[in-house]
Structures are given as C-alpha cells and as structure tokens.
C-alpha cells in the first residue's frame, strides 16, 4: 500500500521517470511467473504463460515499470479469480510494416474470474476505485494498481483494453511500441 501511495504520487507530480535499457523479455516473462506461481499453486488455479509470435526477444524499455505493470495485471487476476479456476498470460508480437527498428508487442492477461460490471470498467482506471459489490469486498486491496498500471502504460506510450463480464472472467491487453535492441532485427 505503501508503494503504491508512494508511486501514484510520484505519477501525480511528474517525477516518475523511465529507465530505457536492453530488456530480454524471455526473462520478464520468467521472472512474472516465478513472481505470480506461489499465488497460483496457493489457490490452485490452472495457469498457462504463452509465446508466440516473436519477431525479436531483446527490446529497448524499462523493465522495472514494464514488470510492475505486468505483475498488477497478473495479481488482479490470480487475486479476484476464485480457487480451481485460470489465468493466462500471452505474449506475442507484430513487426510495424515499413519500420524495422521497432516491434509492436501485445501482453494479454485473461482469467476466469469474478469480471467487472459495465458500470464498474468505466471507473477501472480511476485512484481508489474498488467495485462495490459483496465479492470484492471480502478481498484486500487499495484501489491503486489499475490506476498506477494505466500511467504507466501510458507514460510507455502504450495503450491498454479491458474486457471483462461477470461470474465469467476478464480480459486485459498491453501493447508497447519497443525500440529492437540494436543490432537486432
């Protein structure tokens, strides 16, 4: 909770800044689902990290916000998705017609959980914004990741979709333009 007061102010005055270095994004990956598997296996849920469609593994971004998003995304969904049921997260990419310095790479986070209202996604983005309903109360949470994911996101220049619907699951795409490392194409 801590941290992310910290980080939503720090988004608020301006002063987060990006850290553009070479990334491997087999190890973001990597390191996403060490993070997230404790969680899983603790409500044994059925989890599946998918690759396909990489044109290059090495990109130019910061890792640390390129985590951060990626681990609220994956916590949400492990968090509001009840004990037997899944979670997946995709990653793939498509190369940008005419511009082979950078790739367009999508992250798809999908799981079988509670869903969002309509009502609710509007407001998904917003500073302490929790659903108000009996399921989400019962789970801790400050109402500040989504909020700190879509400044991120946006601060990459990305942009990020929500699908979701009740008592069925939701559905969240991140999409970076990356720069290829160079000498990589």
Request: aromatic share 6%; net charge negative; proline share 2%.
């Amino acid at each position: 909770l801590i941290n992310d007061v910290l980080d939503m102010s720090k988004i608020e005055s301006g002063k987060m800044t990006l850290n553009i270095a070479p990334v491997s994004l087999r190890e973001v990956m990597d390191n996403i689902v060490n993070i997230v598997q404790p969680q899983v296996k603790k409500k044994n849920l059925k989890f599946d990290a998918a690759v396909y469609e990489i044109f290059t593994e090495n990109v130019c971004c910061d890792s640390v916000r390129l985590n951060q998003v990626l681990i609220n995304l994956l916590g949400n969904a492990v968090k509001f998705t009840p004990d037997g049921g899944s979670v997946q997260v995709t990653l793939y990419q498509e190369m940008l017609p005419g511009d082979n310095s950078r790739v367009r790479t999508h992250f798809l986070v999908a799981d079988t959980g509670i869903g969002m209202s309509k009502e609710y996604q509007e407001k998904l983005f917003d500073s302490f914004s929790r659903e108000d309903s009996a399921h989400v109360q019962k789970i801790e949470g400050s109402g500040l990741g989504m909020a700190i994911t879509k400044n991120i996101v946006d601060m990459m220049n990305g942009s990020i979709e929500v699908k979701s619907e009740q008592n069925v699951g939701t559905e969240v795409t991140v999409s970076f333009t990356f720069r290829l490392h160079s000498g990589e194409k």
